[in-house]
């Protein structure tokens, strides 16, 4: 897919919810390109302490962020490859942080 993969998704999902496919159309399906691994996103559960979390919260609020974006950068960069380029998502993270280090 090209362009905003999101609304396109959604106009997917919308089109599924009201419509119902034969079973000629289902068995008549053609795959779609495959998806590189790289841009599947997976969900996972993650319990927290409320004083954590309330902290996670806070800082992204300061960034604009969702607590689940803030997360992801934190973790990308504590397991990025030293050899590999970092993301530039990931420098914006550090700094502001470093940033909040500083002023606390």
């Known amino acids: 897919m090209d362009g905003d993969d999101g609304a396109d998704l959604e ?3 919308e089109y599924y919810e ?3 496919l034969t079973e000629d159309e289902i068995m008549s399906a ?4 495959p998806v590189a691994a790289e841009s599947v996103m997976i969900t996972t559960s993650l319990r927290l302490p409320k004083p954590v979390m309330d902290e996670v919260r806070r ?3 300061e960034r604009g962020l969702k607590p689940t974006a803030i997360m992801r950068e934190w973790i990308e960069a504590a397991i990025a490859d030293a050899d590999e380029p970092v993301p530039l998502s990931v420098i914006t993270a550090a700094v502001a942080e470093y940033q909040h280090r500083r002023a606390s």
């Open 11 to 13: 106009a997917i999902a």
């Open 18 to 20: 009201t419509h119902e």
């Open 30 to 33: 053609e795959p779609g390109e």
């Open 59 to 61: 800082r992204a609020r």
